[in-house]
């Protein structure tokens, strides 16, 4: 049986698939990390739920800050891609900035000098397998902070880019130490990441 994510209808909706998984993993966590200690299993499901969203973080801040591994990636300064028109600059440059600002504010620097933007805190701690995931001491996530942050960004997003295709209305979102949201996917079901332990509470 072949496991797949659902197709997206425009360059658009590969952006709002990543903020849809992102928010799904930050309402998520709370009850996960309730019962993490009930089972290997139940730890397994906590561990993905910061994987998760971690990795949509980290996709979401190439796209705002115009970061790019690959010609091809998507770009917020490259509208006429994943907008499909002409969008003038001053209409989404705030928004980078905004990132810009919180890829710097979620820094870390090590004991031998070298800090590490948020992104590639994410890159070097769970996307790839390096040396620093076993030597380097890193402070713990700060999900509910981070997502308080980037929300009302996305949110803006959202507003002035409305999606042509977008089957249902985003709800807005909250996240605490508890909780309870039943805001759901646009219309994609939740698909699968891989591991990171960092320290924690």
């Given at each position: ?114 800090k590490l933007d948020c992104f590639d805190l994410i890159s070097k701690f769970l996307q790839h397998c390096t040396p620093e995931r ?68």
């Amino acid at each position: 049986m072949l496991h797949r994510r659902p197709d997206q209808d425009s360059h658009l909706d590969t952006i709002l698939y990543e903020i849809d998984m992102f928010r799904h993993c930050s309402k998520t966590l709370a009850a996960k990390k309730a019962r993490k200690s009930e089972s290997d299993e139940a730890l397994g499901e906590y561990n993905l739920a910061i994987e998760g969203f971690l990795i949509h973080l980290r996709n979401l801040i190439a796209f705002f800050t115009t970061q790019h591994s690959q010609p091809t990636d998507l770009r917020l300064n490259h509208p006429e891609v994943w907008y499909q028109r002409h969008v003038e600059e001053r209409e989404h440059s705030d928004l980078r900035g905004k990132f810009q600002d919180f890829n710097t504010s979620h820094s870390e620097t090590f004991k031998n000098g070298k800090k590490l933007d948020c992104f590639d805190l994410i890159s070097k701690f769970l996307q790839h397998c390096t040396p620093e995931r076993y030597e380097q001491a890193v402070v713990g996530w700060e999900i509910e902070k981070m997502f308080a942050e980037i929300e009302p960004i996305l949110a803006d997003f959202e507003k002035r880019f409305p999606s042509r295709t977008s089957a249902a209305p985003v709800l807005p979102l909250t996240m605490g130490a508890i909780s309870a949201n039943t805001a759901s996917l646009r219309t994609f079901p939740a698909s699968i990441d891989l591991p990171l332990t960092k320290k924690e509470d």
